[in-house]
């Protein structure tokens, strides 16, 4: 089956501590998202990616940090600087991320929590 | 800058009843595309339509109708005889270009999301 998979399905971290978040997909695209969601409010966009070994910061990168050193993966890290991580993150996919036509797929998504 | 406003944060509907969800956006770019998603309670968002700014046709697909009305930079939301697995949050969501780091990308906005609860 091709999709979006997330892992873990909920995480716990401890003051101090960095996280990461896994993110894969077999769906062949390029372009790669990662999006944070806050109760009552709309996906906010962290980091993307467009191509393998390049990534841009989005509205909310600082206190995050990725990498893209493989086409089907796009990994997240939380790191100690990120003061309020609690939240669900959501990541997605493209076959590109130049046009506006193309549809992003998400996967199932990671809660954060903060011990 | 660009908006997306879903000003009803919760609706709550009984079994059959019609409803709509209201999505108001703000753009300059002449070109965009306009987008509805769907959040059950498992968390995953799930596509339900793209539409472009060129492209005010209405479009139906089993209970599910959009009406995209660029005179009023509105794209609503229909659901005829609503169901309980209808229940969910939905998302509407505008994509334009942005440039960034010398090249661009479609870049998406959403909005805060519309709890629909539909009781038996």
């Known amino acids: 089956d091709g999709g979006i998979t997330q892992s873990p399905k909920y995480l716990f971290r401890k003051e101090g501590q960095n996280v990461t978040l896994s993110c894969e997909q077999n769906l062949n695209h390029d372009a790669m998202y990662w999006y944070r969601q806050d109760p009552g409010q709309g996906l906010r966009l962290i980091y993307y990616s467009q191509i393998v070994n390049d990534f841009q910061k989005g509205d909310i990168a600082e206190g995050y940090s990725v990498s893209r050193e493989k086409k089907e993966s796009f990994p997240l890290t939380v790191t100690s600087a990120q003061k309020n991580p609690t939240a669900f993150y959501l990541c997605?996919?493209?076959?590109?991320?130049?046009?506006?036509?193309?549809?992003?797929?998400f996967g199932p998504g990671t809660r954060l929590l903060v011990l | 800058a660009q908006k997306v406003t879903q000003a009803q944060t919760e609706i709550s509907v009984v079994e059959k009843e019609d409803v709509t969800l209201d999505c108001v956006y703000e753009t300059r770019d002449t070109t965009y595309y306009l987008f509805w998603y769907k959040q059950p309670p498992s968390g995953e968002l799930v596509f339900l339509i793209r539409r472009n700014s060129f492209d005010e046709q209405n479009e139906i697909s089993g209970r599910y109708s959009w009406n995209f009305q660029k005179s009023t930079s509105s794209f609503n939301f229909t659901i005829t005889a609503s169901q309980v697995v209808d229940s969910a949050v939905y998302f509407c969501?505008?994509?334009?270009?942005?440039?960034?780091?010398?090249?661009?990308?479609?870049?998406?906005?959403f909005g805060q999301g519309t709890i629909l609860t539909v009781h038996p």
């Open positions: 997605a996919s493209s076959i590109m991320g130049r046009t506006l036509q193309e549809t992003q797929y």
């Open positions: 969501a505008l994509k334009r270009y942005l440039n960034a780091g010398g090249t661009s990308y479609g870049k998406l906005t």
